[in-house]
Structures are given as structure tokens and as C-alpha cells.
């Protein structure tokens, strides 16, 4: 069941929305009512339910706003001071890189590599050879 569970949050689905729009409907009509997605009942259910899940979207957020792992920005500084933690400002990260290729091919100084996915961006600081 969706809303605020011993798990966490939990927003339901478009389409279980969607389901209970149309037994919402069917109980008000009658089970007899069209509520296929062409049908005016059932545009309607669809509608209503896109956007009650940006009501549930925006719940989660406010939910995660007090949570350390889903706090971010000004919410992460107000959750920090809770117990008067301070946010240490962006420092840059030092890797150690395993590059791959043609083997005696120079990758120069100065060289980006980033990481899919997260787009972290990282700079050599000496030439390498592979």
C-alpha cells in the first residue's frame, strides 16, 4: 500500500492510480460504465491520476528532504544542523586510474577521463603511457 510504510515511502504506480480512478468510477456510475482508455471515463480517470502522482512525487520529496541519504543543498544543511553538523565544502578527489588501449600510446598530462553514468570528471597530473 503506497504512503509512508515501515520500509519508507512509497508512491504508488501510474497505473495502480489509474485503477483505483476507475473503480472510483465504476462505484459512482455503475460497474456497467465505460472506462476504456478511448472513453470519456476513462480519459478522465487517466488525467486524474497523472496528476495525483505528481502530488505523490512531490510528498516523496518533501519526505526525503528529512533524510540523510535523500537530503540535498539547503535541506541537507537544515538536516545537518539537527545535530550541529556543518556540510564540508566540494574538495576535488584524487584517483588512481587503470587506462586501456593501444598498447605505447602516450596519454599526455592534463588529459580528461570522466566516469559514465555520473559524469565526474577527472584530470591526469602526469603523462602516462599504456
Known amino acids: ?32 460504465v465505460d472506462v476504456s482508455e ?8 487517466a488525467i486524474n491520476a497523472e496528476r495525483e502522482l505528481l502530488v505523490w512525487q512531490g510528498l516523496q520529496a518533501v519526505w526525503a528532504a528529512f533524510t540523510v541519504d535523500g537530503a540535498a543543498g ?13 556540510r564540508r565544502a566540494a574538495a576535488p578527489s584524487l584517483v588512481t586510474a587503470t ?13 580528461v577521463a570522466s566516469v559514465t553514468g555520473t559524469g565526474a570528471r577527472f584530470v591526469t597530473l602526469a603523462d602516462a603511457t599504456i
Do not use: K
Request: no cysteine.
Open 74 to 86: 539547503v535541506n541537507l544543511d537544515q538536516l545537518a544542523a539537527i545535530t550541529g553538523s556543518v
Open 1 to 32: 500500500m503506497p504512503g509512508l510504510t515501515s520500509t519508507g515511502f512509497e508512491v504508488p504506480t501510474l497505473q495502480e492510480l489509474i485503477d483505483i480512478q476507475v473503480a472510483l468510477h465504476q462505484s459512482q456510475f455503475g460497474a456497467s
Open 99 to 111: 587506462l586501456s588501449g593501444t598498447p605505447a600510446t602516450l596519454i599526455p598530462s592534463g588529459s
Open 38 to 45: 478511448a472513453s470519456p471515463f476513462g480519459q478522465l480517470a
